[in-house]
């Protein structure tokens, strides 16, 4: 479907010290224009059970967030999206999340822009007749979430997705997201109190799944990753259904250097606020605006801190942040 390789990471059993070489698989689809700006899909492909070298079927964990990865590659690999979409699949998950671990810390040590990861782990199990989902994230990632939950809606009515807020949460992949700073999210079934019976055991196979329920999960892992890159669409004009307007974040300064006061101009996205802060060169918080709720909106700063003091002469460091764009800036004060 795609060119795959292994992401080249090999790790250690942590229970016994045994090198492994039980790789990763990563697939790629390049970005047309805005590359660098990456997504993410992924899920683990190993499994365990109470005779794991001999039978772990793993239908469930995670047999199908694996088939969805797979999924998603296979159809939008016949489309082309402004930025970058990865497909991966992670092993060592069982042993302690080891195989995103080495993923997540290489991507951040060689600058990897990841602007955003869906995990998929557990797609396939219901308790009950409701087809719903927990989207977890942490305070980092919900916009992520928030932005999902839309996705949801219009794309695949049938789900009935919850957020949950909860940065303790690290029993699956994109726990290593987080700790390496970037936002995360996982797709999981919504089991309460009423957990998979069959985790984790021999049990685990697909004629315990609601497969109507996985197609669902599979087809909002899919929308959504095509939403987030945006399609690439030449001669046509290009259909938005969930967002209207570009992504991007902007910030404009007029009267800089400034005396009296400068103005940021900020454009950002239609459904995420924007934090706008000013720093002085040592990395102190001196300023900070209310959240930008329209998408178009001029603040003006006359030098004041939230103390109630004036800065004196000098660089300062503007930041503005919206979900996972930031632009720093800088500008002079002159008394
Ligand atoms: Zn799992």
Not at 32 to 41: A, F, G, K, Q
Not at 84 to 108: D, M, P
Request: net charge negative; aromatic share 10%.
């Amino acid at each position: 479907v795609l060119n795959t390789s292994n992401s080249g990471n090999s790790w250690s059993a942590s229970q016994t010290g045994v090198e492994f070489r039980w790789y990763n698989v990563e697939g790629v689809l390049p970005g047309v224009d805005i590359p660098d700006e990456i997504y993410l899909i992924c899920a683990h492909h190993d499994d365990i059970s109470e005779d794991p070298l001999y039978n772990a079927p793993g239908a469930d964990d995670n047999g199908s967030g694996t088939a969805a990865v797979l999924e998603a590659a296979r159809i939008l690999s016949d489309y082309q999206f402004h930025r970058t979409i990865k497909f991966v699949t992670f092993s060592g998950e069982e042993q302690g999340l080891i195989g995103s671990e080495a993923y997540a810390s290489k991507a951040e040590s060689l600058g990897h822009n990841i602007m955003g990861v869906v995990n998929l782990d557990m797609i396939g199990y219901l308790d009950d007749a409701n087809h719903d989902l927990d989207v977890y994230c942490d305070l980092g990632s919900e916009w992520l979430a928030d932005t999902i939950l839309q996705f949801s809606s219009a794309y695949v009515p049938g789900l009935i997705p919850y957020k949950v807020v909860d940065p303790s949460f690290n029993r699956s992949d994109h726990a290593s997201f987080w700790n390496e700073g970037y936002s995360a999210l996982l797709h999981i079934e919504r089991a309460g109190t009423n957990w998979n019976p069959y985790y984790h055991s021999t049990g685990d196979t697909v004629g315990t799944l609601d497969l109507p329920y996985v197609t669902e999960m599979v087809q909002l892992g899919l929308a959504s990753m095509a939403e987030l890159a945006e399609p690439y669409v030449v001669g046509v004009e290009e259909r938005d259904i969930v967002r209207k307007e570009p992504m991007r974040l902007a910030l404009v300064i007029a009267r800089n250097p400034f005396s009296d006061k400068v103005a940021f101009r900020v454009a950002k996205p239609s459904h995420l606020s924007a934090s706008l802060k000013i720093y002085d060169s040592a990395g102190r918080l001196l300023k900070e605006f209310n959240p930008i709720q329209s998408e178009k909106e001029t603040v003006t700063w006359d030098g004041s801190t939230d103390k109630g003091s004036v800065v004196s002469s000098g660089v300062y460091f503007v930041k503005l942040q919206s979900g996972p764009q930031t632009i720093s800036e800088k500008v002079v004060f002159v008394k």
